[in-house]
């Protein structure tokens, strides 16, 4: 059920105002993946560096992080309903910003557990939902485009902000580091989010994550965990990004013997540098294509990536199987959102894409974990990494079910 534009907008045009915000959600993408998504290897590094505590212990405080910081993406939606965009997004800032100082000063375990409080509010104002829900408020015929614009800021912050987080604490400490990381991340992104987020263009209940005649999110939550074509996309996404995260955290471990250190950080490099490409070449045709089948193939070749990886000792053959993995990396993030704006009444966008992000991040969360405890066992990474592979299979089939029930019948009606 879609509702009609009383007001017409170009968004393909240069000037239309909701390319700036692109270009702002690509900034505090820049700093929320840098600091909370790719931060908790260099978080983990030099907490045990400093205070010798056991990698594990750091690790599930790194597990609760993402569960709690799930459970607050779920809200992300009322929330900007409630308060705005542009008071979300200094929210989050802020939040994120006192995280890193305090997990700087950190001395003992539960003041750990407390960073990653904040650092959880901090991600949720600043990671995948509140970028695609801000984006759908300026966004309809382009926001494909859009989200993946803004979403390459996610890679730039692992490509460019934790080298340049490690160089900083190899100059000033740890502590000072994040000092300054936090004073940099509060100087450059408050003020554009201030002066570039305003109020978003009202031209149709689409716009907005309420309307008139919608659901209240509790009952759109409730009807989408009982639709088909909400938990297929919801579930296939979720044991895809448990495989890719889990392979991605140990894939420096599995290379180095085999490759050594230097080429492992090329391949990881590579594969990093693959996801922006492959975003910025998917963003140019993403609206049109069939996103679920698009989705499909992505997790077919990875999986075709991790059976070259498993079986080849080759330097060349492995750097190259890391890139083809690499190249829907980025994708897999937008794709979802994709795939609920079209199959959904946009009016739920919000609710919706907000809900899924929770579910994936639940599932991903327990990614390196599983994948270790496997290596530990078994003895190699083949079992975990075969595992990998037969979750992306299934995942591939998964995504096709859209249910008997799709594309603007009863139950997308009920969620709208």
Not at 30 to 39: E, K, L, Q, S
Not at 121 to 137: D, F, K, P, V, Y
Not at 207 to 228: D, E, F, T
Request: contains cysteine.
């Amino acid at each position: 059920m879609e509702a009609s534009n009383p007001y017409s907008i170009d968004e393909s045009s240069a000037h239309y105002e909701g390319w700036r915000i692109v270009a702002v959600c690509f900034l505090v993408a820049t700093f929320g993946w840098a600091f909370g998504f790719y931060g908790q290897s260099v978080y983990l590094a030099e907490l045990h560096r400093l205070h010798g505590w056991p990698a594990s212990l750091i690790s599930t405080a790194t597990t609760f992080f993402y569960l709690f910081g799930a459970l607050l993406v779920i809200f992300v939606a009322e929330t900007i309903r409630k308060f705005g965009p542009r008071n979300c997004l200094v929210a989050g800032t802020v939040a994120m910003a006192v995280a890193v100082i305090v997990m700087g000063q950190v001395t003992s375990l539960w003041q750990l557990y407390l960073a990653n409080v904040l650092l959880a509010l901090g991600w949720a104002g600043t990671s995948l939902a509140m970028i695609s829900t801000t984006l759908g408020l300026w966004f309809d015929q382009k926001r494909g485009m859009a989200i993946s614009l803004a979403l390459n800021g996610a890679s730039f912050g692992g490509v460019a902000g934790v080298p340049l987080l490690v160089l900083a604490i190899g100059q000033l400490g740890f502590s000072g580091a994040m000092i300054a990381a936090s004073s940099l991340m509060i100087v450059l992104v408050i003020p554009v989010v201030v002066i570039f987020v305003g109020r978003p263009p009202l031209v149709s209940g689409s716009r907005l994550p309420s309307a008139g005649g919608v659901a209240s999110s509790a009952q759109i939550r409730a009807c989408a965990l009982r639709n088909v074509g909400f938990l297929s996309v919801s579930i296939a996404f979720a044991l895809v990004l448990f495989a890719q995260v889990g392979f991605v955290v140990h894939l420096i471990s599995f290379l180095d013997p085999v490759i050594g250190r230097a080429s492992a950080t090329v391949a990881i490099a590579l594969l990093t540098a693959m996801a922006v490409i492959g975003r910025l070449l998917f963003s140019t045709v993403i609206d049109r294509l069939n996103q679920r089948l698009a989705s499909a193939l992505s997790f077919a070749s990875q999986a075709l990536a991790l059976l070259v990886i498993i079986n080849f000792r080759n330097e060349v053959a492995l750097i190259a199987a890391c890139a083809v993995f690499g190249f829907s990396v980025g994708n897999l993030i937008t794709l979802p959102s994709l795939i609920v704006q079209r199959e959904f009444d946009p009016r739920s966008f919000g609710v919706l894409i907000s809900l899924l992000t929770a579910i994936t991040q639940i599932t991903y969360a327990f990614g390196p974990g599983v994948i270790g405890a496997l290596r530990d066992l078994s003895g190699s990474y083949t079992l975990p990494f075969y595992g990998c592979i037969a979750l992306e299979l299934i995942a591939a089939m998964l995504v096709m079910f859209r249910g008997r029930l799709s594309q603007g019948n009863e139950p997308e009606r009920r969620v709208s």
